[in-house]
């Protein structure tokens, strides 16, 4: 692995979310409404819904608030009135830009960054296209510099967040320098499927939507709260290509997700925690892409988590759902909120974030977190091979 100056860091951190809030037993209770027909989809979907580890999340469409015979998204006779892909882009391209806008300021102002000081601009998203894009709008309605490096990520799933941080972490690596604004945003509920399907029930139940954005740059004093960005490492995990698909329907995205997609993690992870940290002691801090419950639970009992190391996640899921790339921020936000109150010190707590998509890919970072900013001289110039 390439050498690596151990300034450069997550400098802050936003976040935003539509205005609609769902209710996971509202939800239910319209959802069972719909499939009053479907005694085994019903009684499935009862059963998924409260296991996954969802409360509430947040989505663009104000229809899934409707009542079940109402709502557009929810199965019925008759497919003539369900939003076509066409419309569900519509409503992508005009809901995210301001989602964008509005995590893409946050994070400038918690990172103490001028618009003129950001040179790459990172857009990541799996849930809706157009041309121009977003990093196009971005560029105009941040006043970014109309010669800023822009590099869309798109439909990499739920990874791509973390992978924008190492390719972040790289450019700044390269050009001491660069400042980068990753900007991440899924509109996930947009895509539920007029379906009884359990493998459309089960996408429905733990996605949503929202924005999340990052500055990546070298730490200086005034910096508080950063997570320091060390070793990673990403690869694609064997015969498990077939384990999580996303492909474009008639309406919107299908959706399958593996059940054995916990067990093929625990199977593979470890050894690639094994390389990123070489027989020292496992960090404290666990960032884990909430991907589903039972993605948490496998990493929990594998390495003897405590309920402290895997709250933040259970939170972001608890509070937002799956929001796909977004989450991962979310979680890493979760993390400063609960950590910077009780720690005064200047010593990072050593930690890790992953997170996991299509593939099954796997994407992994070393993530120190500086609750009082990294010290003048700290390791700088330190290489990781």
């Known amino acids: 692995m390439e050498p690596f100056t151990s300034d450069v860091a997550i400098l802050g951190i936003g976040t935003a979310v539509p205005a ?34 969802v409360e509430t999340r947040y989505t663009c469409e104000p229809d899934l608030l409707s009542p079940a015979a109402e709502c557009r998204y929810f199965p019925s006779d008759s497919l003539e009135n369900v939003p076509s892909t066409k419309e569900r882009m519509e409503r992508y391209k005009r809901e995210s830009v301001p989602l964008a806008l509005e995590s893409s300021k946050k994070a400038l102002e918690d990172s103490h ?49 973390l992978k924008a941080v190492s390719l972040a972490r790289q450019i700044v690596a390269g050009m001491p320098s660069a400042n980068v604004l990753i900007v991440c945003v899924e509109l996930c509920t947009l895509h539920i499927q007029p379906s009884s399907q359990r493998e459309a029930l089960f996408g429905a139940s733990f996605f949503g939507d929202g924005a999340s954005a990052c500055v990546v740059g070298r730490a200086r004093p005034e910096h508080k709260k950063v997570f320091r960005l060390g070793k990673g490492n990403t690869v694609l995990l064997p015969d498990s290509t077939d384990e999580m698909v996303w492909e474009v329907g008639n309406y919107g995205f299908d959706l399958f997700l593996s059940p054995n997609i916990p067990k093929l993690l625990g199977r593979y992870v470890p050894a690639e925690i094994e390389q990123i940290f070489n027989g020292k002691t496992l960090p404290e801090l666990w960032a884990i892409h909430p991907g589903g419950r039972g993605i948490i639970d496998t990493l929990q009992d594998l390495f003897a988590l405590s309920e402290e190391q895997t709250r933040p996640s259970r939170n972001t899921l608890r509070n937002y759902g799956n929001v796909s790339s977004a989450t991962i921020l979310f979680v890493l936000d979760e993390y400063r909120r609960e950590l910077t109150p009780a720690r005064t010190d200047t010593h990072p707590i050593c930690g890790i974030a992953l997170a996991f998509g299509p593939g099954l890919t796997a994407e992994l970072i070393e993530v120190d977190y500086f609750p009082n900013g990294i010290p003048l001289g700290a390791g700088v110039g330190i290489s990781y091979v």
Not at 24 to 46: F, I, N
Not at 147 to 158: D, V
Request: with cysteine; glycine share 8%.
């Open 20 to 53: 609609y809030r769902l209710d996971q037993l509202e939800v239910l209770e319209r959802l069972t409404d719909a499939l009053k027909e479907h005694s085994d989809s019903m009684r499935w979907s009862k059963r998924i819904f409260k296991q996954c580890g």
């Open 113 to 161: 960054t001028a618009v003129s000081d950001i040179t790459h601009l990172i857009t990541v998203s799996c849930t809706g296209q157009f041309l121009p894009g977003m990093d196009v709008d971005l560029t105009m309605r941040l006043g970014l510099s109309p010669n800023i490096q822009r590099m869309p990520l798109q439909f990499l799933g739920c990874a791509a967040g």
